[in-house]
């Protein structure tokens, strides 16, 4: 977590699923500084990937989580779509 900028509002999420390294591949491009947030997102393994967000403010967390987990079920969704 050392690449995450020191912003006072964070939220840590893991995620356990058998296709972590698809849905890492297909998120990883959007992990940026994006003003008053930062997303980052970690593979732990071959079934665990970490979200990190910071943010300078609630709203920006907040705003900075819907795009996150939204993200992360989409690609989670479009395993079931690809490999039926």
Known sequence: MSSLLKMPYEAVFEFETPMAVRIFESVV???ED???SFASVKLEG???I????QAEDVSALRAALNTWLRL???ADEMQE???P
């Open 29 to 31: 491009p959007e992990s």
């Open 72 to 74: 992360i079920n989409i």
């Open 46 to 48: 071959e079934n665990r």
């Open 81 to 83: 779509v690809v490999n």
């Open 50 to 53: 970490s979200l990190f967000v």
């Open 34 to 36: 994006m003003g008053r």
